[in-house]
């Protein structure tokens, strides 16, 4: 897409979790985005030295160049911190553009404003099987959620349970409790090599499972590759990578059935939606990871309802103050509310939310201008 524009200021808001960018440009205009979430103070300075100073009073006319400008840039520095920084600036400039245009992200995009079906993601492992189907139920009947996201193994766990017993016994309670009509989901966050995780993908098969997330050490593709190509059930991940490289490669190869890039990590809206045309042009959908109820899940919404290979549901995370503290008053009102399983993507320009004045006030402040 090509547009002028110049940035005057950058300012950020930061706790230990999460950093907002506030964007102002020559003619006044602003908008709003987030760098990636955890250890957000960190890559806040890496924002401030490495990614503001280049692009501060820099002529673009388009988001691509700026970021090829900042990679060329910092070619010293590739991966993850430079581009969770980066994340910041990118969905500032969405929502910037969204506002000049009066347009939500979404219709820039070509796509379309509405409800979009929800999996409730759990993030949690240090819960009983039971107490999970409990909470899970609760949810379905609460709020109409017809699926459900729960945690296997243990994170990067090399084989190991999170206890003793507890994987066979939640692939069997929580699907049984609930029930017909609900898509289950689970997530090992690469536990096992493939010859566990190919033995334990016969009982999630067994037990209605239909999605088999990270089931493999994500630095170990030709592990999860061998799942994929023994199971009948979808083998998902990518959440972890960043690399447009690594991308094409695990996109050629077919790694994994379903792709999960996370908007934050992979650098912005401008890089995922790369990684999503790579996906598309292989015939393979793309369901983005987005683990928490910070701005990546606001982006997430947009971005399913925008491109043509949109995986079957958003993830949205179930949980609240007792895991995630630092998401509470982040937005203005409630932009996560659930009806009959579907949330509805804000219809506002730009993301379409608003960041708490009250959150912002309580943050460190930065700025890095003219």
Same mark, same amino acid.
């Given at each position: 897409?090509?547009?002028?524009?110049?940035?005057?200021?950058?300012?950020?808001? /930061?706790?230990?979790?999460?950093?907002?960018?506030?964007?102002?440009?020559? =003619? =006044?205009?602003? !908008?709003? !985005?987030?760098?990636?979430?955890?250890?957000?103070?960190?890559?806040?300075?890496?924002?401030?030295?490495?990614?503001?100073?280049?692009? *501060?009073?820099?002529?673009?006319?388009?988001? +691509? =160049?700026?970021?090829?400008?900042?990679?060329?840039?910092?070619?010293?520095?590739?991966?993850?911190?430079?581009?969770?920084?980066?994340?910041?600036?990118?969905?500032?400039?969405?929502?910037?553009?969204?506002?000049?245009?009066?347009?939500?992200?979404?219709?820039?995009?070509?796509?379309? *404003? !509405?409800? #979009?079906?929800?999996?409730?993601?759990?993030?949690?492992?240090?819960? /009983?099987?039971?107490?999970?189907?409990?909470?899970?139920?609760?949810?379905?009947?609460?709020?109409?959620?017809?699926?459900?996201?729960?945690?296997?193994?243990?994170?990067?766990?090399?084989?190991?349970?999170?206890?003793?017993?507890?994987?066979?016994?939640? *692939?069997? @309670?929580?699907?049984?409790?609930?029930?017909?009509?609900?898509?289950?989901?689970?997530?090992?966050?690469?536990?096992?090599?493939?010859? +566990?995780? #190919?033995?334990?993908?016969?009982?999630?098969?067994?037990?209605? &499972?239909?999605?088999?997330?990270? %089931?493999? %050490?994500?630095?170990?593709?030709?592990?999860?590759?061998?799942?994929?190509?023994?199971?009948? #059930?979808?083998?998902?991940?990518?959440?972890?990578?960043?690399?447009?490289?690594?991308?094409?490669?695990?996109?050629?190869?077919?790694?994994?059935?379903?792709?999960?890039?996370?908007?934050?990590?992979?650098?912005?809206?401008?890089?995922?939606?790369?990684?999503?045309?790579?996906?598309? +042009?292989?015939?393979?959908?793309?369901?983005?990871?987005?683990?928490?109820?910070?701005?990546?899940?606001?982006?997430?919404?947009?971005?399913?309802?925008?491109?043509?290979?949109?995986?079957?549901?958003?993830?949205? $995370?179930?949980? !609240?103050?007792?895991?995630?503290?630092?998401?509470?008053?982040?937005?203005?009102?409630?932009?996560?509310?659930?009806?009959?399983?579907?949330? $509805? @993507?804000?219809?506002? %320009?730009?993301?379409?939310?608003?960041?708490?004045?009250?959150?912002?006030?309580? $943050?460190?402040?930065?700025?890095?201008? &003219?």
């Amino acid at each position: 897409m090509k547009i002028n524009f110049k940035i005057k200021k950058l300012e950020t808001f /930061t706790n230990t979790y999460v950093s907002v960018v506030k964007l102002t440009m020559f =003619d =006044d205009s602003i !908008g709003w !985005g987030q760098m990636s979430t955890y250890c957000a103070d960190i890559t806040c300075e890496i924002f401030h030295r490495q990614i503001a100073p280049h692009v *501060i009073g820099v002529s673009f006319s388009s988001f +691509d =160049d700026l970021e090829d400008l900042i990679l060329r840039k910092e070619h010293k520095f590739p991966g993850s911190y430079i581009l969770r920084a980066l994340a910041g600036l990118d969905t500032a400039l969405w929502d910037w553009l969204g506002k000049i245009k009066e347009s939500p992200v979404v219709t820039l995009l070509g796509g379309n *404003i !509405g409800k #979009i079906r929800a999996y409730g993601s759990s993030m949690k492992r240090d819960i /009983t099987p039971q107490e999970e189907a409990q909470r899970l139920c609760h949810l379905r009947d609460t709020f109409g959620f017809n699926a459900f996201k729960f945690r296997i193994g243990s994170e990067c766990g090399e084989g190991k349970d999170e206890w003793e017993g507890r994987t066979e016994e939640i *692939i069997n @309670v929580v699907p049984k409790a609930l029930g017909n009509g609900v898509e289950k989901l689970v997530d090992a966050n690469s536990c096992y090599l493939h010859e +566990d995780a #190919i033995e334990i993908s016969k009982k999630l098969i067994d037990n209605d &499972i239909c999605h088999f997330e990270e %089931p493999c %050490p994500y630095w170990l593709p030709e592990e999860t590759k061998k799942v994929t190509d023994a199971i009948s #059930i979808d083998v998902t991940g990518g959440e972890q990578d960043c690399d447009l490289r690594v991308w094409q490669d695990l996109i050629d190869r077919k790694i994994t059935d379903v792709f999960q890039p996370d908007i934050m990590y992979m650098g912005g809206l401008t890089r995922s939606l790369k990684v999503a045309k790579m996906a598309a +042009d292989a015939n393979m959908p793309c369901t983005p990871h987005a683990a928490n109820l910070s701005l990546v899940t606001i982006c997430t919404m947009h971005f399913l309802k925008a491109i043509p290979n949109a995986g079957k549901y958003l993830e949205l $995370s179930i949980e !609240g103050e007792d895991y995630y503290p630092w998401q509470i008053d982040l937005f203005d009102g409630n932009p996560f509310m659930v009806l009959d399983g579907e949330c $509805s @993507v804000p219809d506002s %320009p730009g993301w379409g939310v608003q960041f708490s004045k009250k959150w912002l006030e309580k $943050s460190h402040y930065r700025v890095c201008e &003219i």
